[in-house]
């Protein structure tokens, strides 16, 4: 099996801007619900996620910047406005699935199915060539390789599912932390792992996300200067629900609760300093001569 060791790391471009990702889910799509909550009624949910990402696609109009926003097929079904408006703002879309199911919990057919599904309907709701893929709660985790192959053939050119730490339920802590080639047979793929400080010998994930809702903010803002003077683009992340603290609260164990509600009220403004701070802009823009796209119209960086 071809593995990670056939890796080709991007070099260093001083002053290239970061990456800025959002993962557009719902509240009640969350892997930590999967067990309180049926997909078959998700349609039963109020839904918050065209209000929440209207928010933050207003926020990112005012700075004058562009995102990825890896989307969920199931929300670009039964929300396909939200869709449109993402890329008639001059964003890319690109997929998180189909069903927000872990890859390394499904049967090669089963992927490839989810990564079918959603690029179709993303394509036709964007008018964009879906180009970019990230895993569910970072699931392609080591021994599942077989996935970069798979996005390869059907037609992806880059993958941001790979968060280079040792974590119990996900983690590919042998991965680069900054951007690099996987050589599969399949192809070449370009690989955008999520952002990490490096501190005392240990590699601290702080990527956004949860990270920025539950770390100190310093610990985030250390990350990503620290790979800008390394000229490392570092990838960030966000799902729509993270700064909503109205969202319904949902039955959970102790530990879920604590990592899904907790600091809510905080993630805005974190957000909000982070981007007065920092330079960002879309996957597609920064690396355009990787993925040989013509970049979506609209935003300005």
């Not at 926020?59 to 670009?76: D, K, Q, Y």
Request: glycine share 8%; hydrophobic share 40%; charged share 20%.
């Amino acid at each position: 099996m071809t593995s990670l060791l056939t890796r080709r790391i991007l070099p260093p471009t001083p002053g290239a801007p970061h990456i800025f990702s959002v993962d557009v889910e719902d509240y009640f799509q969350v892997v930590a619900f999967e067990g309180i909550v049926d997909r078959a009624r998700w349609s039963s949910y109020d839904s918050r996620v065209e209000a929440n990402t209207d928010r933050l696609l207003g926020l990112l109009a005012e700075r004058g910047v562009s995102g990825t926003f890896f989307t969920l097929g199931w929300v670009a079904e039964h929300h396909p406005g939200i869709v449109r408006r993402i890329a008639a703002q001059g964003h890319e879309v690109a997929s998180h699935g189909h069903w927000h199911r872990r890859v390394n919990t499904l049967s090669r057919e089963e992927f490839r199915e989810e990564l079918r599904a959603s690029k179709a309907r993303l394509e036709a709701l964007s008018g964009q060539p879906c180009l970019g893929f990230r895993a569910p709660s970072f699931s392609i985790t080591p021994g599942h390789e077989w996935a970069f192959d798979l996005l390869l053939e059907e037609g992806f050119r880059y993958d941001s599912s790979l968060f280079p730490i040792r974590r119990p339920d996900y983690g590919y802590p042998s991965a680069p932390a900054s951007p690099f080639l996987i050589d599969r047979p399949a192809g070449t793929l370009l690989e955008l792992p999520l952002a990490t400080l490096r501190w005392l010998g240990l590699r601290l994930p702080a990527a956004g996300g949860g990270y920025l809702r539950q770390f100190p903010t310093g610990l985030i803002r250390r990350a990503f200067r620290q790979a800008g003077d390394a000229g490392i683009s570092a990838m960030f992340y966000i799902h729509p629900w993270e700064y909503d603290a109205q969202q319904p609260r949902l039955p959970c164990g102790r530990v879920t609760r604590l990592r899904h509600y907790g600091n809510l009220g905080r993630t805005w403004s974190r957000m909000q300093s982070l981007l007065a701070e920092f330079s960002f802009t879309s996957v597609v823009r920064r690396y355009p001569e990787w993925l040989g796209q013509v970049t979506p119209a609209g935003a300005a960086q």
